[in-house]
Structure formats: structure tokens, C-alpha cells
């Protein structure tokens, strides 16, 4: 009768793949080093794009304290900026998925272990390995539920995300400065026994099975699954951020493969009119008015075709959402925002502008826009787009568009336009 030997997982004869090992588990370590750090940083900087230090309408996680102290404020240069940081972050995520699991599915007999801690030092390295496990599927599970526009989490996504990234990165940073000098030598000593010079020692008190089954694949064609996996996934999400042709191979995302129909509005959009609940009685020539003001100064109210008599310009900037989605550049015509901050009296630099929407549904009726954004000349209260009139969808009869700004901060059906310190 075949001995299956310890039948507890706490027993490392339980686990039984060939394939566990600190060589298999260091590789994609040192993968989940690079990407792990880039997904923080670029997960900081989608934060700061709003601005949230600008005005409370503009900072869903107000209680962050001293966590925001990276904050700055945000460029409106380069343009594409904010599309790509934000095109890599997701792009990123989803592509490390096959990694992030594998790797947990290679130390998992570690964290059966037994006894639970040896030193307090174990202890406390086994307290940061749960805040490390639970902090990154965490991440990423949210991550990709918001996505997916899949809103299920218990509360609001931004908190959630942003204060989950904080406790994940520092359990990650304890961990990698702990283990990379013995993922790196692992490397480094498998590299010098294929070229025969030494070869590697047994996998002492690494995650190798004592009573490995026969193996049906080595850890290198392991890692080559691993490795065609995530390229599945990076081939069926980039797309949605690169845009053109490829646009339609982001099978995975919501927004990726959508058909926006065609014509000069024929792009990609997040929320319809009828989802914001902005209908043609609110968007009628003869209701429609846009109310420019300064507190304290003076309330200008102008109906579109008033607007279209004030000089217009041109800009060609793309949609960059924060769910990692973006479009080419588009042709955008309309009156500059300082323009419109002169008609209230800010002749020289304009100040900031708080700007409300018709919209009755959904986050960001309100935003606020910094004065440099204000100033740039190619930030614009748009009217037409490729040489037609914004559809409903995209914003009809005005919208926001600045360069380098989160999709939600440029405002659509635009009703008022507060110019002055927020
Ligand atoms: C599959 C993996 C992931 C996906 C799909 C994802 C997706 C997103 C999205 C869509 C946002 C923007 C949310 C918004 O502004 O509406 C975001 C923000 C952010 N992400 Fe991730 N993320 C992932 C993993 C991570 C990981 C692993 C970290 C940390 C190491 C991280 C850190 C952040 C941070 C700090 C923010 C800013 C949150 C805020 O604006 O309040 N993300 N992420």
C-alpha cells in the first residue's frame, strides 16, 4: 500500500510538488520587487493627480494625515502624463497577477510551519507575512473589482486601496529587505551550477518538498507558464490604454473593446448622460446657461451660443481614466479657461476654479482645478470635438479638458464655474 506519509499541512512532507524551492520562489520575488514598487509609486502619483490637497471636493481619503505628505501639485506637462501612469498601474496589476499567486503558492508550506514562532524576531516576521499576504491580495482584489466596475467592497474604493497599499508596501519593504540578499545569492548560485562552476546546496529551509513527487515539469518551464500567463493578460488589457488597433484585443476590460460608434465622437466615455441623469430639459439652448462667478466679484451667466462668440481654441489632448482606460488624443475646440476667469475679473494670473456639473448620479459632480491649470493654454471649456458639437455622452453643451488631469476632473455638463481661492 502506497505511504502518503504526513497528512497535515503543518508537516513539510505534506506538500508534495518538485517544483517548490528558493531558486523558484526568489525569481518571482525579485519579479514582485520591481513590479510591486512600481504599482505603489504609480498608485501615489494616480493620489496626487487629483489634487487632493487642492480641495476637499477633490480628496476622497481626507483622513490620510501624515500619509499625504508626497503630495504636490500636479503637472500639465507632459499631456499624456496621467495615461500613461495610470495605463501602467493597471496594466501592471493585472499582469502580475500569475505572479503574485504562483509565489504565494510556493511558500505556502512556510506558512504552516510549526512551531508558530521560534524568537520574538520570528514572530514578528510571521505577524508581517500575514500583513503581506492579506495586504497584497487585498490590493489586488480591490484593484481589480474597481476595474471591473465591480463596487463590492466594504466602503468607499479610495480609502480602501490607498491606506491598503500603505500597510501591504511596508510589509513588503520589511520583507524584501529581509529576504532579496538570499533571493539574489539563490540566483546567482543556480546561474553558477548551470554553467557547472558549483552546484547549488540543498534548499535548506526553503519551501522544497523533503518527499518531492515525480516532477512532469522542471521550475523553469514552471516559470515559463507563469510568464505566458501574464503575457495573456498584459495582451488582453494594454490595449485599452495604447488605444488604435489594439483596442480591440483588451478583452478583459469593461471599457477596452466597447464599440463608441463612429464619427468625430466616436471615443471612448465613462459615464452617459443618462447614467449622470443630465437630460435635454437641463441641456436645452433655452434652459442651458453657464454661470461663471467669483465670490464676492462678479456672476456673468452666458448661453452657449454666447459662448461660441468668445474667441475659441484648439487642443489636442486625449481622456485619461483612472481605471487605467484612455483615449488617442482628440481635437477639442472651445474658450480657455483663463479666458473665462477674465470675464470675472482675474485679467492677469487666473486662481483656482471649483467647477459643478449638471450630472445628479456619480462621483466628482464637483471638481476643482488648480490655478497652473487654469493658466495652461490648452485647458479649455470645450463645445465641439473633432469639428462637431460634444455629444450628450461626451459632455454636451460644455465641458472640462485639461492637459494631463484624471478623466474625473474634467468635468462634464458643466453649469457653474466658481473662480477664487477654494
Ligand atoms: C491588479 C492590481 C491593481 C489594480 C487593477 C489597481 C487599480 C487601481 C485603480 C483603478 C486606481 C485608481 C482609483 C481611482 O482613483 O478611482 C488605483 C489607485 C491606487 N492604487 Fe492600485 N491597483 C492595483 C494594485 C495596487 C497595488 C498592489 C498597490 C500598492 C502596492 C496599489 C496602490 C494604489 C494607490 C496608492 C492608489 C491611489 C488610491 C487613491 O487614489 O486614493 N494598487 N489602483
Redesign the pocket.
Known amino acids: 500500500m502506497r505511504d502518503d506519509g504526513p497528512r497535515l499541512p503543518t508537516s513539510p512532507g505534506f506538500w508534495r510538488s518538485p517544483l517548490r524551492g528558493t531558486w523558484f520562489t526568489s525569481v518571482l520575488g525579485l519579479v514582485l520587487l520591481v513590479g510591486?514598487t512600481v504599482?505603489?509609486v504609480t498608485?501615489?502619483v494616480?493620489?496626487a493627480a487629483?489634487n487632493p490637497d487642492l480641495a476637499p471636493v477633490n480628496d476622497?481619503?481626507p483622513d490620510k494625515g501624515l500619509l499625504g505628505f508626497y503630495l504636490f501639485s500636479w503637472p500639465t506637462n507632459p499631456p499624456w502624463l496621467y495615461r500613461l501612469t495610470?495605463g501602467l498601474?493597471?496594466t501592471l496589476?493585472?499582469t502580475?497577477?500569475p505572479v503574485l499567486l504562483a509565489k504565494l503558492w510556493s511558500v505556502v508550506p512556510k506558512l504552516f510551519a510549526l512551531p508558530p514562532a521560534r524568537s520574538l524576531a520570528h514572530a514578528l516576521e510571521r505577524i508581517s507575512l500575514l500583513l503581506l499576504v492579506g495586504g497584497?491580495l487585498f490590493?489586488?482584489t480591490?484593484?481589480?473589482l474597481?476595474?471591473q466596475l465591480d463596487y463590492v467592497f466594504p466602503g468607499s474604493?479610495?480609502?480602501l486601496?490607498?491606506y491598503g497599499?500603505w500597510v501591504?508596501?511596508a510589509a513588503?519593504l520589511a520583507h524584501a529587505a529581509l529576504k532579496t540578499p538570499k533571493a539574489l545569492r539563490a540566483v546567482r548560485e543556480r546561474r553558477r551550477g548551470e554553467d557547472g562552476q558549483a552546484s547549488p546546496g540543498p534548499d535548506e529551509g526553503g519551501p522544497a518538498s523533503p518527499r518531492p513527487d515525480a516532477p512532469t515539469v522542471d521550475r523553469r518551464g514552471a516559470l515559463w507558464f507563469v510568464g505566458g500567463a501574464s503575457l495573456l493578460l498584459f495582451l488582453t488589457t494594454a490595449g485599452q490604454s495604447i488605444g488604435g488597433a489594439l483596442r480591440r484585443t483588451a478583452l478583459l476590460a469593461p471599457h477596452g473593446w466597447a464599440d463608441p460608434g463612429g464619427g468625430p465622437n466616436g471615443f471612448q466615455i465613462n459615464k452617459t448622460a443618462a447614467y449622470a441623469g443630465v437630460g435635454t430639459k437641463q441641456t436645452a439652448a433655452e434652459t442651458w446657461r453657464l454661470v461663471v462667478t467669483a465670490p464676492g466679484g462678479r456672476t456673468v451667466r452666458l448661453t452657449r451660443a454666447e459662448l461660441l462668440r468668445l474667441p475659441q481654441h484648439s487642443a489636442a489632448l486625449p481622456i485619461a481614466c483612472?481605471?487605467?482606460w484612455s483615449t488617442a488624443d482628440q481635437w477639442w475646440r472651445g474658450v480657455r479657461l483663463r479666458d473665462l476667469a477674465a470675464l470675472v475679473g482675474y485679467d492677469g494670473d487666473p486662481p483656482d476654479v471649483l467647477v459643478e456639473s449638471l450630472q445628479l448620479h456619480g462621483a466628482f459632480r464637483r471638481a476643482a482645478l488648480r490655478a497652473d491649470q487654469v493658466a495652461d493654454p490648452r485647458s479649455l471649456l470645450a463645445l465641439r470635438v473633432n469639428g462637431e458639437d460634444l455629444s450628450p455622452d461626451h459632455g454636451y453643451p460644455a465641458r472640462v479638458i485639461v492637459p494631463a488631469a484624471?478623466g474625473?476632473l474634467n468635468t462634464k455638463w458643466v453649469a457653474r464655474m466658481t473662480f477664487g481661492e477654494l
Request: net charge negative.
Open positions: 510591486v504599482l505603489f498608485g501615489l494616480s493620489y487629483y476622497q481619503t495610470q498601474h493597471v496589476g493585472i502580475l497577477i497584497g490590493e489586488f480591490t484593484g481589480v474597481n476595474i474604493f479610495y480609502p486601496h490607498f497599499a501591504f508596501f513588503f483612472v481605471e487605467g484624471p474625473v
